[in-house]
């Protein structure tokens, strides 16, 4: 299925680079014969296309460049075989015709490699040592970004001033008449030093950014002013910015917080929120933060990074993790590392007991899940025409165990059976690192979402009119203009922390709200038959959790957060294990229905939904919530919020024992008057 969907990009790939090919081969032949219409078609159409491709294709360029045969190499051959061609032409003169159009060439090449040089400057200067966001860092002086086509792209920028070149070349091959290639030649020298010089301004002092010390010593006088005292640390790949902004709700609730991060990219992946970012790329700039007053961090994940903070002795070090399991990751040793490890409920205390990985029990703090507030508690079965079943199975994960997601042995045979029920409404949001280690997971997620479109072709029925679609349409434009900032296309690092500064007004409470007008547009944009594959950022987890009655999913998180509504739910069983066994290794299954790999247990389980007198697990999964989230009283914001309080507590208490030693190991300098003890050496002696 998947290379079914990407066989016609691929042929159209491998027929644009067979075409370059043959362009050169035919430029090559018709120079040396000579055959001038043929010559000046390929030597067009040769750059055209790679200009094209260029814009529109870069990543398929990006493989030649591997092979050494970049934009650089493509264009000197294609102007070594037009100099060639106009050589073998009849009626240009090689001394005083064709040698100053050589020059002139040998010039555009010269000033391309300063422009080139100054561009490398100018990224230099505008590459801060830290970068910011919801910070107003006016007083560093940043400035918007030169125009990308000079200052980041030297292909783009080659093969676009060459585009005069080539083409008074190409006349003077047709005419015989230098005069088109000098004309060509002199464009492209005068917009080249033109842009070149412009660039250059970039430089000049009123444009250059400030230097390291001087922002260090700015970022130290904002964070004396700011006096931050818990920050949320995080660093990860592409992909994992989920695990941070799954927190910010929370964060943004306490005092004076803060988003330490550690790789450029993904001060952008984080989601829109009021709290300031700073990202300390190197490991010595963000040894400021010891001397600040900031007082704890939180940890949502364990990154290779992450013991370079751990060495600040000044701050203390909670681990909250992105979501809670059963599974070994929820309990990793390197937990052991952090001076407390924040979880949910009971279950996770006795979980690392169990695992004995080194974590004490006084380190545990039960905290519970303050982001699961959105999720609505059970209202009693379903009491419209469908059933609305979630199914969200998790990833593969690395080790290859089989018990992982329920994609690959049992996802089609639950989507079948669930498909063949007239009254199932069925959602399906996979994890968005399906596949991204195992292929059969994401050849069967593709199957799933061709099983469930198929289904949907045979449904009919009343649909939303036009104005649900208008004011979908209207309510994500609203919600994409307070979550994202437009940049230009040439915005550069330095422009962005311009533009992000602080922000204004209540931001996250109009997203908030915004969010929850968006969702219910979302869902009365469709009708209540149709099946749903979501795979976007919105809606969000939590909100298809408000309109399903049931999930099916696998050992996860994903069962823990649910467990907050109190709705049945059932777990796919592909480990191999017997269901006693399964329930054993797996308590957060315990008050969910065990589903076998041939998803045996479908009807029964839909059965249990919507009459509430063959649900036997009720009870269960009430006592079950509170062993995995902790009690309801008082709300886990207020216990988290007491949990870092006291935290603080310990970090000021420790800086208190610090400066006590210190000041009683260092020896006061002798008060001015004190007189001679008996045995001292005398002045005159000394």
Known sequence: MPSAGLAPRRIAQLSALLAMFALFTAQIVSALLPNIPVFVAASAAGLVLDTFLQYRDPGLLATLGKVR????????????????????????????????????????????????????????????????????????????????????????????????????????????????????????????????????????????????????????????????????????????????????STLSQLEKPLIVLRERFMVQKIDATDVPIICFPKVSTMFSLENSTLKMMLHPANAAKTSQVLRIPTVKHAFINHGESDKLSSCNPYAKAYDEVWVAGPAARERYALAEVGVEDKDIVEVGRPQLAPIRPYAGPPTGTYTTVLYAPTWEGWDGNPGNTSVVLAGENIVRKLLADDKVRLLYKPHPMTGSVDPRAGAANERIKAMIREANTKRSGARPGAEAEAELSRRTAELDKLTSTSFRASADEMERMLLQGTPSGDREAAIAEATLTWEKAYWASFPEWEHRIVTEARPAI?????????????????????????????????????????????????????????????????????????????????????????????????????????????????????????????????????????????????
């Not at 060639?84 to 050589?102: M, N, W």
């Not at 080659?158 to 003077?172: D, E, H, K, Y």
Request: glycine content about 6%.
């Open 69 to 248: 045969f970049d934009a650089l190499v493509r264009q000197l051959l294609r102007d070594m075989l037009v100099l060639v061609g106009l050589l073998r032409i009849d009626g240009i003169d090689p001394l005083r015709e064709h040698a100053p159009l050589l020059v002139g060439l040998i010039v555009f090449y010269a000033v391309h490699f300063a422009c080139q040089a100054v561009s490398v400057l100018v990224r230099r200067t505008r590459t801060l040592p830290i970068v910011t966001r919801n910070i107003d860092a006016s007083e560093l002086c940043l400035t918007a970004s030169p125009p990308r086509i000079l200052a980041r792209r030297q292909a783009h920028r080659l093969l676009t001033f060459s585009l005069p070149i080539t083409a008074g070349l190409v006349l003077t091959a047709a005419t015989q008449d230098a005069t088109w290639g000098g004309l060509g030649l002199g464009a492209a020298l005068t917009l080249l030093v033109a842009g070149t010089a412009y660039l250059a301004t970039w430089l000049l002092p009123k444009k250059r950014a400030k230097s390291e010390q001087q922002v260090m010593e700015w970022l130290d006088e904002w964070l004396a002013r700011y006096r931050p005292t818990t920050a949320m640390y995080f660093s990860g790949g592409t992909t994992s910015a989920y695990q941070a902004n799954m927190w910010l």
């Open 542 to 686: 939590f909100a298809c959790f408000n309109v399903s009655d049931l999930l099916i999913s696998d050992v996860s998180s994903v069962v823990s957060d649910w467990l907050s509504s109190e709705k049945p739910y059932s777990v796919a069983n592909t480990s191999g294990l017997s269901e006693a066994a399964f329930r054993s290794a797996f308590p957060t299954v315990s008050a969910g229905v065990v589903l076998t790999p041939k998803a045996g247990g479908v009807t029964a389980l839909l059965d249990a939904v919507r009459d509430p007198e063959k649900d036997h697990f009720t009870k269960a999964r009430a006592d079950l919530k509170e062993q995995l989230l902790g009690p309801s009283d008082p709300p886990s914001l207020a216990r988290f919020d007491s949990a870092v309080k006291a935290l603080c507590a310990k970090a000021d208490d420790r800086r208190v024992r610090m400066e006590s030693r210190l000041a009683n190991e260092i020896p006061s300098p002798r008060e001015a008057g004190d007189e001679l003890t008996e045995g001292e050496p005398s002045e005159a002696l000394a």
